[in-house]
């Protein structure tokens, strides 16, 4: 079986992101879900959450260096965040995540389009890349 290139996840990730209003949610809620799931793993086992980012990255580095290297600072910051909650880490990363992904399906209503992860669980690691590659783009840096 053949992996998608980075231009195929995202024009087909795209394609259930048209609406405005869709998009700015996502714009939001995908760097929430990020930093959620960082806090929750963290909150268990800081070991734990460098495995994952570690494994992420695998798939980021085979499909764009220029934003894997972007993921990593965002891994860095998100991570010093959690450290900064401290005991209120896991209280905090779970109503984000609760609220970001409730906000997530109400884009998806209005977008009229089923969330991507729907048709492939691997959609759910190229919204970060969606996010990215517009800043790219505004800011004219390659993807690839």
């Not at 799931?37 to 959450?49: C, D, H, L, R, Y």
Request: proline share 4%; with cysteine; glycine share 4%.
């Amino acid at each position: 079986m053949k992996m998608r290139t980075l231009t195929e996840w995202l024009d087909a990730y795209a394609a259930s992101h048209q609406n405005p209003t869709n998009k700015l949610i996502h714009w939001l809620c995908v760097p929430a879900i990020m930093f959620s799931i960082i806090g929750i793993v963290w909150s268990f086992s800081p070991v734990a959450v460098f495995v994952v980012m570690a494994a992420t990255l695998i798939f980021y580095f085979i499909l764009s260096l220029p934003l894997s290297l972007a993921i990593i600072v965002l891994y860095v910051v998100m991570s010093c965040i959690a450290v900064s909650l401290g005991e209120s880490l896991l209280n905090v990363s779970v109503t984000v995540f609760v609220v970001a992904w409730i906000f997530q399906f109400i884009g998806h209503k209005i977008e009229g389009k089923k969330p991507s992860f729907f048709e492939d669980i691997q959609f759910l690691l190229i919204g970060p890349l969606w996010c990215l590659s517009f800043l790219f783009k505004k800011w004219n840096l390659r993807i690839l």
